[in-house]
């Protein structure tokens, strides 16, 4: 993990799993909150010392040059980000930075944070200090005012990662916030990324690499192409940005992951000899986490009496797979113990199986282990919780994920199989997240698909799409039969059938929930198409059975459904279920994100109240854009009205080209879900 500081890369969500030592972005956003916590009621954010000779030049340059303008809701610009990495002979590896800030808004606050990560083999050689409050006032803060803390995450049981943290005076807008720090870096392997882009704009920043005589090094990008490097003539090499922009995403509906977008570059370097050294391809990567993984895979008897025990009677290689797998999925608690390299390298299958818990990497480790044991291969596969992160042009560690890959054998097929992969050795694998507890085995969920991540196969490693599943391996099915009155109530029964990740959170729910989290939830759910209504006789079936549909059945009654004008009635077919495509009407510049592939059908029936004849009825909708697609119909048959309408997305992500067709997607279904039927009193 390398250092940053609070704002200097994107911000990000909770990653889906911190068991792969993961990007300095996201590991350190992740915990800082927590850490804050702790800091603050130690008490850390003591007042600093002010001397108007105490900033250094470098600090005072860079806090005088002008700002261009931005946007009114910018919070902060960085001013100045340089970072030299020396290499030493041995591979050991030295990081130094100054990083310069201003706030521009008072939301802009949390720039005044400082924290830089460590941990025994990233020790931080030196840090400092500095801000220029608003009215011109210069703050130099000392050892004393720093505090380190440690990890606040309830999924890791302990881990020596641990931040320096300072909080600077002046943070308010238009105060500029400095630091300059030097820190031994982790030799794991020779390999460094500049993550040049966040969710601010930076104006200057640099990065200068110096490697000893002998060393050779290459270079890869990602969401940017390669600019110029300066030799240094002896003195290293240097690469800089001049203004590059911040991403913005939070008003920005459909969005992919700000992680997805932002550049950066990899520098791979290397010297005859070195044991940790890849040479910027994906196989070399795959090839230096083999020789982490595989190592920890070896059975033990304890491993392999229980992979007999759950297979006794199985011969198809689908349900052997599935019963060692739901074991893993669900019987072994993910927590994280990540010392040193620890979070890299999984813990021995042994230890994992004996203790029940560990992390991503220690479960796709378990799960090759168990599986050794009954004749079937697998390995890891290294991803990240974010699509896009991965980049195929640009081969390095930057990821945060380990998931499984389990070999099938030639000539085997099975329609529960879904998430299959075919490698460039010839081997077929299917791919599976044992730690996704409610992901159907032979499925993988939404979040992962369509991405990339590198098979560790030792020789035979590369990089791998993930498969994007079809529409109908996550379904939603509503079913429904209504009496509507002359008053406008309505009462009827409702069924509705849910399999894939659209079943995720109502199994949670329904597993976990208390009766008043239950309750609360489907008010919430039903709050969205009516204001008046009661739901009884709540009944769920299938809540642990991943391969079959999670069924929620109820009795709904809503009061003042239909509305009364004159002698007509009218009311809205289309009872339940609001889709809310979520657009606007601004130019689009980034691609996107459709989330997942899916369908949902819904079938209602609605008995007309007696003396009353159906007056108008909604046309007939029918639109296919090829990467979703949208179709309903209204039919009259004697008293009941039927309605019914199927919605498809077969794509996950679209070129921001495509837009329009997504706005008209959405005002379809919006026009269509408030349509009416006209009842006429005979």
């Known amino acids: 993990m390398g250092p940053m500081s609070s704002r200097a890369q994107i911000a990000e969500p909770p990653e889906h799993c911190n068991g792969l030592a993961a990007r300095p972005a996201r590991r350190a956003k992740r915990f800082l909150v927590a ?42 610009v960085v001013l100045l980000d340089d970072i030299t990495y020396t290499v030493a002979p041995d591979g050991r590896a030295v990081e130094h930075r100054r990083h310069v800030v201003k706030i521009l808004r008072p939301q802009g606050r949390d720039e005044a944070t400082i924290h830089v990560g460590f941990d025994k083999d990233t020790r931080i050689l030196s840090m400092n200090v500095w801000s220029i409050g608003p009215d011109g006032h210069q703050y130099t803060m000392k050892d004393k005012d720093f505090s380190d803390v440690g990890y606040g995450d309830a999924d890791i049981a302990f881990a020596d990662d641990r931040y320096r943290i300072a909080h600077a005076p002046g943070g308010d807008s238009g105060g500029v916030i400095a630091y300059e720090f030097e820190q031994r870096s982790r030799p794991f392997l020779t390999e460094k990324t500049w993550f040049f882009q966040g969710e601010i704009p930076h104006l200057s920043q640099s990065f200068t690499l110096q490697l000893p005589p002998g060393y050779t090094y290459g270079t890869v990008w990602a969401h940017h192409p390669p600019t110029e490097t300066a030799n240094l003539e002896g003195h290293g090499w240097r690469w800089e940005m001049k203004d590059v922009p911040g991403i913005d995403l939070d008003r920005v509906p459909l969005s992919p992951s700000p992680e997805s977008l932002a550049a950066r570059m990899t520098v791979h370097y290397s010297c005859p000899g070195l044991p940790t050294a890849t040479d910027g391809t994906w196989k070399s990567v795959g090839h230096w986490y083999d020789s982490r993984f595989r190592e920890r895979v070896a059975s033990t008897p304890e491993i392999a009496a229980k992979a007999q025990e ?232 299938n809540i642990d059975a991943l391969n079959k549909d999670f069924t929620l059945s109820y009795a709904l009654s809503v009061d003042h459904y239909a509305k009364a004008m004159g002698l007509l009635l009218m009311f809205r077919p289309r009872v339940l279920g609001d889709l809310d495509l979520d657009i606007d009407h601004k130019p689009r510049t980034v691609p996107i994100n459709l989330n997942q592939t899916m369908q949902a059908v819904d079938e209602y029936s609605i008995e007309l109240p007696d003396g009353y004849s159906v007056d108008e009825v909604p046309d007939p909708v029918e639109l296919d854009l090829g990467f979703a697609a949208y179709q309903s119909n209204v039919q009259v048959k004697g008293n009941t009205v039927r309605y019914t309408r199927t919605y498809t997305i077969r794509q996950i992500t679209l070129p921001p080209e495509r837009y329009a067709d997504v706005q008209k997607l959405a005002g379809t279904i919006a026009a269509d879900e408030e349509s009416s039927i006209v009842l006429k009193k005979k």
Not at 393 to 422: F, R, W
């Open 35 to 76: 850490a804050l916590s702790v800091a603050l009621l130690v008490g850390f954010a003591q007042p600093a010392s002010a001397k108007s000779d105490s900033v250094p030049d470098w600090v005072r340059a860079a806090a005088a040059q002008p700002v261009p303008h931005y946007p009114e809701d910018t919070n902060a």
């Open 310 to 541: 759950l297979t006794r009677g199985k011969t198809d290689f689908y349900e052997k797979t599935e019963a060692i797998a739901e074991f893993v999925q669900k019987q072994v608690r993910y927590v994280a113990i990540e010392i040193g390299i620890g979070g890299y390298q999984p813990h021995s299958a042994g230890d994992i199986f004996h203790n029940r818990y560990g992390d991503c990497k220690d479960k796709a480790t378990l799960l090759a282990a168990m599986l050794s044991t009954v004749g079937i291969h697998a390995t890891a596969v290294i991803v990240d919780s974010e699509r896009g992160v991965v980049d195929p042009d640009a081969p390095s560690i930057v990821s945060d994920h380990a998931i499984a890959a389990i070999e099938v054998p030639k000539g085997y097929s099975s329609p529960h199989l879904n998430a299959l992969v075919n490698a460039q050795s010839g081997r077929q694998y299917l791919i599976f997240d044992p730690t996704s507890e409610k992901t159907v085995f032979g499925q993988i969920e939404h979040e992962l698909q369509g991405g990339y991540g590198i098979l560790v196969e030792g020789v035979d490693s590369q990089l791998i799409q993930l498969p994007t599943l079809i529409p109908i391996l996550n379904t939603i099915h509503r079913t429904a039969a209504f009496r509507l009155d002359a008053d406008g109530v309505l009462k009827g029964a409702v069924t509705e059938k849910r399999f894939g990740d659209l079943s995720e959170y109502r199994r949670e729910i329904y597993a976990k929930g208390d009766d008043k989290e239950k309750r609360e939830f489907l008010d919430h759910v039903l709050d969205r198409d009516f204001t008046a209504f009661s739901a009884t006789d709540v009944r769920v079936e």
